[in-house]
């Protein structure tokens, strides 16, 4: 599978596992915005504590942010999406 362009990451090393769980959750992001990590998980078949771990990394480098109370919705932002164009 190739991996999404947003998967990689700065502060991170890019190993396989990290990529492809990457890859599944920017993927859901895309087609469905506002989810939480619930569904997330639900939808990409990774276990909540991974989709946890990862949507933080990818928060830390400002490519999903987090909306609202508890459960968030979580959505891609400006940044994550420039980075398509820069690939």
């Known amino acids: 599978m190739p991996y999404h362009p947003k998967a990689y990451l700065i502060r991170k090393r890019n190993v396989r596992p990290g990529l492809d769980a990457r890859t599944k959750i920017l993927k859901a992001l ?14 990409t078949g990774l276990s909540y504590s991974s989709v946890r771990l990862h949507l933080a990394s990818l928060e ?11 459960p968030y919705a979580w959505f891609l932002t400006g940044l994550g999406q420039a980075r398509l164009t820069d690939f």
Not at 30 to 43: K, S, Y
Request: aromatic share 0%; proline share 4%.
């Open 30 to 43: 895309e087609g469905e915005p506002g989810l939480t990590m619930a569904q997330i998980a639900d939808r």
């Open 60 to 70: 830390r480098e400002g490519i999903v942010a987090r909306k609202g109370k508890r």
